[in-house]
């Protein structure tokens, strides 16, 4: 919205990219993560389509580096029910007219040569990519400076009111008035209480994600994914491994028993990854809904506080998406048809 000459402030209990953002892997993969015919996947194809252009104009307004790759994502199978499971997913997919490859024997290790012997297919899905969230963060930060929008941190905003055509924000002893509000605290969105509203059906669910070093050039070259993790490369020679979904509350902690049981899946699917260094754990609480399907849209009786929140797992994928239609429905009064599905009252 700064790109549009609007007057933005950001109010960040943390600092920006430390919430769920910091233990991403970046994956952009809606046909992994949603089933056919779902409007997940709706949502997820419609911002995955955005991603080229979004990133073009991010990086004609900001120097920061970061890493976009969409070499496709690999799915993985360990054994004849999964393999059965996959072929079934690749009918889907033709049917769809969605660009794949279907793999088998040496032509799975001909893509991907890490894959354990043991895995008896493969599905390629072209369009597929991923992109290192911390660097976009970093650069989303520099391009929303640059056009003038300021953040405060840490300041964290606990109680949001309507009032006629202003909004009222409480930050502290301090209460300021606004045009309009976009709340987009992610698993946090719950503690900030708008006047009249029930909490927000969001909670958090952790994460657990892997950052391995891999012993040497030859490491897996796109996102690889099996039953039990997912895998991400990036230039450097770096892994990402991800990721466990653990409902403990606000519970941040990394555990013994979340980083065993990656490595255990990590090395079945790429046995290499045995002799990998292990550079450290991270660990974020992704903003779960009841459906998994975002929080995005006005409040019903405060049409001038919009929520952005419940992202879930595709927090990253649904940026461009999310960006957009909450740009256009404050700034031009536009009103996706697609916010019909994520309507904060549904």
């Not at 979004?54 to 004609?60: N, T, Y």
């Not at 953040?151 to 008035?177: F, N, S, Y």
């Amino acid at each position: 919205m700064a790109a549009r000459n609007a007057r933005v402030s950001v109010y960040d209990m943390r600092s920006p990219g430390q919430g769920a953002s910091q233990a991403s892997a970046g994956v952009l993969c809606p046909y992994v993560e949603a089933k056919p015919g779902s409007p997940l996947l709706a949502l997820g194809t419609r911002s995955l389509a955005m991603w080229d252009t979004w990133v073009e104009r991010l990086r004609s307004r900001s120097s920061g580096p970061f890493h976009y790759d969409r070499s496709g994502t690999l799915e993985v199978a360990m054994g004849g029910a999964e393999a059965v499971h996959l072929k079934t997913v690749s009918v889907g997919l033709t049917t769809e007219a969605v660009t794949h490859e279907w793999l088998e024997g040496a032509a799975l290790r001909d893509r991907e040569p890490q894959v354990s012997a043991s895995a008896s297919a493969g599905l390629l899905i072209n369009d597929h990519g991923f992109v290192q969230v911390p660097a976009l963060v970093t650069a989303l930060m520099a391009s929303s400076r640059q056009c003038g929008a300021t953040c405060e941190t840490p300041t964290e905003i606990l109680h949001v009111e309507q009032k006629r055509d202003v909004v009222l924000i409480r930050a502290g002893d301090r209460v300021e008035e606004v045009d309009h509000v976009v709340i987009a605290a992610g698993s946090w969105s719950r503690r900030v209480r708008v006047a009249g509203v029930p909490v927000f059906d969001v909670r958090p669910i952790r994460g657990q994600l892997l950052h391995l070093k891999w012993p040497d050039a030859k490491g897996p070259s796109r996102s690889v994914w099996s039953k039990s993790c997912y895998t991400v490369p990036w230039p450097d020679g770096s892994l990402l491994v991800g990721a466990t979904v653990e409902d403990v509350g606000f519970d941040e902690r990394s555990t013994v028993a979340g980083v065993r049981d990656l490595l255990d899946a990590v090395g079945e699917l790429f046995p290499g990854a045995w002799q990998a260094s292990l550079e450290g754990v991270r660990v974020g609480l992704r903003p779960a809904t009841a459906d998994h399907l975002p929080l995005v849209g006005p409040l019903a009786s405060h049409p001038r506080i919009t929520l952005a929140a419940g992202h879930y797992r595709n927090g990253v994928l649904l940026a461009p998406w999310t960006a957009d239609v909450v740009s256009r429905l404050i700034l031009d009064d536009d009103r996706d048809a697609m916010l019909g599905l994520t309507r904060p009252d549904r």
